[in-house]
């Protein structure tokens, strides 16, 4: 079984900058891709930036040039650096991990999330 923790939202005025953090735990054998996504108000889940396994990056448009999304694999952990926050950047970040784990000889692969981060941007 593992598990992801995400941290470091909070409140930013606009222009200003963030980093999340999020930790896969547990008995993990391996991080595979992991991702951020962000949820606004009364708004669907949308996907913010991806990390695979070989580090190939991908990022929402809105987000190129201001997010960066980088990962540990030692650590099980990815960042994302979000500089030149927007107001409209304004969200409940989720963390998304697709993590091997490993009990005895038994492995396993699976979609972990983690609880949410909230991130507010003042104009």
């Known amino acids: 079984q593992g598990q992801v923790v995400e941290s470091g939202g909070g409140l930013v005025q606009a222009g200003g900058s963030l980093r999340l953090s999020c930790a896969a735990s547990g008995n993990i054998f391996s991080t595979n891709t992991m991702r951020w996504y962000r949820q606004a108000p009364g708004k669907q889940r949308d996907l913010v930036a991806i990390i695979s396994t070989g580090d190939s990056l991908n990022y929402e448009d809105s987000v190129k040039g201001r997010f960066t999304i980088s990962r540990d694999n030692a650590k099980h952990t990815v960042l994302l650096q979000m500089n030149s926050l927007k107001p409209e950047d304004t969200a409940v970040y989720y963390c998304?991990?697709?993590?091997?784990?490993?009990?005895?000889?038994?492995?396993?692969?699976?979609?972990?999330w983690g609880q949410g981060t909230q991130v507010t941007v003042s104009s």
């Open positions: 998304y991990a697709r993590v091997t784990t490993v009990q005895g000889m038994k492995f396993r692969t699976g979609d972990y």
